[in-house]
Nanobody, 125 residues
């Protein structure tokens, strides 16, 4: 049974930083591409960042480029999202997702097989 468990969300002031973690179990993590998505209140879920199995390929949404960094530790079965220079527009539930893939990273949520339950990030002004 595949499980993705996000953690690290919380309340932070504008300009602050947070690091999200997503711990995976029930899968061979090193054979999975991983992604982060977010959903703000009243909005559709959107792509944030993605990373290939080897971390050789990463993609970012334009809105987070230069502020967020995705990384992974295959020995720990964990993917991270380091977020800095946060603004209220980053307030959302953040989800991690996994795709069984040995080639690339993916921006489309339809490409992912498994999802976590999400972690809330709230940025106060």
């Amino acid at each position: 049974q595949v499980q993705l468990v996000e953690s690290g969300g919380g309340l932070v002031q504008t300009g602050g930083s947070l690091r999200l973690s997503c711990a995976a179990s029930g899968l061979t993590f090193s054979r999975y591409a991983m992604g982060w998505f977010r959903q703000a209140p009243g909005k559709e879920r959107e792509f944030v960042a993605a990373i290939s199995w080897s971390a050789g390929i990463t993609y970012y949404a334009d809105s987070v480029k230069g502020r967020f960094t995705i990384s992974r530790d295959n020995a720990k079965n964990t993917v991270y999202l380091q977020m800095s220079s946060l603004s209220p527009q980053d307030t959302a539930i953040y989800y991690c997702a996994a795709r069984a893939d040995y080639y690339s990273a993916y921006k489309d949520e339809k490409d992912y097989n498994y999802w976590g339950q999400g972690t809330q990030v709230t940025v106060s002004s």
